[in-house]
């Protein structure tokens, strides 16, 4: 019985997130179309696409959350770490950033590959984006039941205060910056529905160290 009202308490809280973060878009959807002047289209496309955004990251909080009471499926850590790395560098290759990671090739993630894929890429994306020229990625295991994962990188850091901050849903530390600010948000919840942990630290590279405590996949 614990467990099942443990279940339908997380979907209230999803259904009620998802709600709250439609009804801003929605609101300046209806002021808009009221409007007798305006560029509706592309009010419409923006508001649209956050939409979008929202019922995407809900709908995969929701199977996280029902994955996560199951035995779900095995990961490669490497493998991920290295498309993500290879991304990334594409991505950023007008920023003179370094991607070093390394992970045993027999380590397995306890959960799906779109989820683990989702963690690790969201903060090697904001090392990369707030970093200057390094990124530090190590996954290791002391062969109990979880596994590490530690993303660092030089860049200004964050203090006490704004690492509080940051994992509070759509809070920006910087708004010229691109992004949602759902990013360790987003880190923050799937790894809690797999039974982990995110702690934010000062990094050894100068920057923000992001450390990720997760289920390891057993052989």
């Known amino acids: 019985m614990a467990h099942n009202q443990d279940i339908v308490e997380r ?26 002047h305006g560029d509706l289209a592309a009010v419409v496309t923006r508001q649209a696409e ?5 019922v995407d990251h809900h709908l ?9 009471q199951g035995l779900g499926e095995r990961t490669s850590v490497a493998e991920v770490l290295d498309e993500l790395s290879r991304t990334l560098s594409r991505i950023y290759a007008a920023k003179p950033i370094a991607i070093d990671w390394d ?19 969201n903060a090697m994306e904001n090392a990369c984006k707030w970093g200057v ?4 990625v190590r996954a290791f295991s002391d062969r109990g039941e979880q596994m590490t994962l530690t993303i660092e990188d030089d860049g200004p850091g964050l203090n006490p205060d704004q690492r509080i901050t940051v994992l ?31 702690s934010l630290r000062d990094a050894t590279l100068g920057g923000l160290m992001v450390t990720l405590t997760l289920p390891r996949g057993l052989s």
């Open 11 to 36: 979907q209230r809280t999803h259904v009620g997130n998802l709600a709250h973060a439609l009804k801003t878009p929605l609101s300046v959807l209806m002021a808009e179309a009221g409007q007798p």
């Open 50 to 54: 956050a939409m979008r955004l929202q």
């Open 60 to 68: 995969r909080r929701a199977r996280a959350a029902a994955r996560a």
């Open 103 to 121: 992970a045993d090739e027999d380590l397995y993630f306890q959960g799906e590959r779109q989820d683990l894929l989702e963690l690790a890429g």
């Open 133 to 136: 020229s390094k990124i530090r």
């Open 168 to 198: 509070t849903r759509g809070a920006r530390l910087d708004e010229t910056a691109p992004g949602s600010g759902l990013g360790l948000n987003i880190i923050d919840e799937l790894t809690r529905s797999y039974g982990g942990s995110l």
